[in-house]
């Protein structure tokens, strides 16, 4: 019903950037928050950032000041610009989506996944 694609992860080196982004389409009425989420290796699945609709956002404590979420409404589209990346940061990220479909039911989406590899 809903699809969620991510892109632009890949590797860089420590202190270098990233930008993701995360397309949402499908069965859409309106979306209630996107954002990242990141797994590590052998780590439980953590929160990155979110951003609801109204425009707030919730950042991790480890990727304030360096992490920027971004959104294009119109698009169903977030951004994720990711700066002064660190060895710590590399993970699969997960686009999430918290969608109403077109029938009114709210359900919780995810994305394949995108590595991000940062070399130290």
């Known amino acids: 019903q809903v699809q969620l694609v991510e892109s632009g992860g890949g590797l860089v080196q420590a202190g270098g950037s990233l930008r993701l982004s995360c397309a949402a389409s499908?069965?859409?009425?309106?979306?209630?928050?996107m954002g990242w989420y990141r797994q590590a290796p052998g780590k439980q699945r953590e929160l990155v950032v979110v951003i609801n609709s109204g425009g707030s956002t919730n950042y991790a404590d480890s990727v304030k000041g360096r992490f920027t979420i971004s959104r294009d409404a119109a698009k169903n589209t977030v951004y994720l610009q990711m700066n002064s990346l660190k060895h710590e940061d590399t993970a699969v990220y997960y686009c999430?989506?918290?969608?109403?479909?077109?029938?009114?039911?709210?359900?919780?989406?995810w994305g394949q996944g995108t590595q991000v590899t940062v070399s130290s």
């Open positions: 499908g069965s859409i009425f309106s979306i209630k928050a």
């Open positions: 999430n989506a918290k969608v109403v479909l077109t029938s009114y039911y709210e359900l919780n989406y």
